[in-house]
């Protein structure tokens, strides 16, 4: 079992279409979530980066941390087209480099 | 003024070969990285370098031999090449955490790898 958890997709949503992704992890030590966004033969980029638990919002983003049942999210309001990317979550402990990533959840946005 | 290069961009090469592939950052970083992702999309770390001294080395064949000549550059040599090594390698690079509770990773645009 990968120590991050996270469904593949793809997932394909209508534009204007809340988007949720999610990933569960096993190892309570990590301190820090982040949301990294990946567009086709691109590297990846971040998103999003919280520390421990609760929400952070940006824009039409918003990242949720739930350090109890081990289980962060992002959402997407209003979809886009351009939104169409792989999103990978990744976590790390503290006093580390070492990031853990999900699998990656492609998403479609379709017009 | 590109962050963080590699050098190729593509790689196709035969079965048994030794290739490197070449990472720079200009961004001023102190830690650079080395990332596999199969075809699946699942992005593992390989080895981390701050400051030219090697942090992370994970279980990785000792077929791949990272070097670090400066700060700046983090190249991945490969020796006698398999099938299951093709996949894209990212370079990236951050500060890293000494003394930062919040730390980027910056990603380069990927080395896709094919072994024939």
């Known amino acids: 079992q990968k120590e991050v958890e996270q469904d593949p997709g793809p997932l394909s949503v209508p534009e204007g279409a809340i988007v949720s992704l999610n990933c569960t992890y096993s190892n309570s030590a990590f301190q820090y979530f982040m949301w990294y966004r990946q567009y086709s033969r691109k590297g990846p980029e971040l998103l999003m980066y919280t520390y421990s638990s609760g929400n952070k919002e940006d824009g039409r983003f918003t990242a949720q941390v739930d350090k109890s049942s081990k289980y962060i999210s992002l959402f997407i309001r209003d979809s886009q087209p351009s939104d169409s990317a792989t999103y990978l979550c990744?976590?790390?402990?503290?006093?580390?480099?070492?990031?853990?990533f999900g699998t990656g959840t492609r998403l479609q946005v379709f017009p | 003024d590109t962050a963080v290069s590699q050098t190729p961009k593509y790689l196709v090469t035969q079965m048994g070969n030794d290739k490197s592939i070449k990472c720079e950052q200009n961004l001023g970083h102190d830690t650079m990285y080395w990332y596999k992702q199969d075809s699946k999309k699942f992005l593992k770390i390989m080895f981390s370098?701050?400051?030219?001294?090697?942090?992370i080395n994970e279980t990785v064949p000792n077929r791949f031999s990272p070097k670090s000549p400066d700060k700046a550059h983090l190249n991945l040599h490969i020796n006698s090449l398999e099938l299951g090594d093709s996949a894209v390698y990212f370079c990236?690079?951050?500060?890293?955490?000494?003394?930062?509770?919040?730390?980027?990773?910056?990603f380069g645009p990927g080395t896709r790898l094919t072994v024939l």
């Open positions: 990744a976590m790390k402990v503290d006093n580390t480099d070492k990031l853990i």
């Open positions: 990236a690079s951050s500060h890293g955490t000494s003394g930062r509770a919040i730390d980027t990773q910056y």
């Open positions: 370098y701050n400051n030219k001294e090697l942090i």
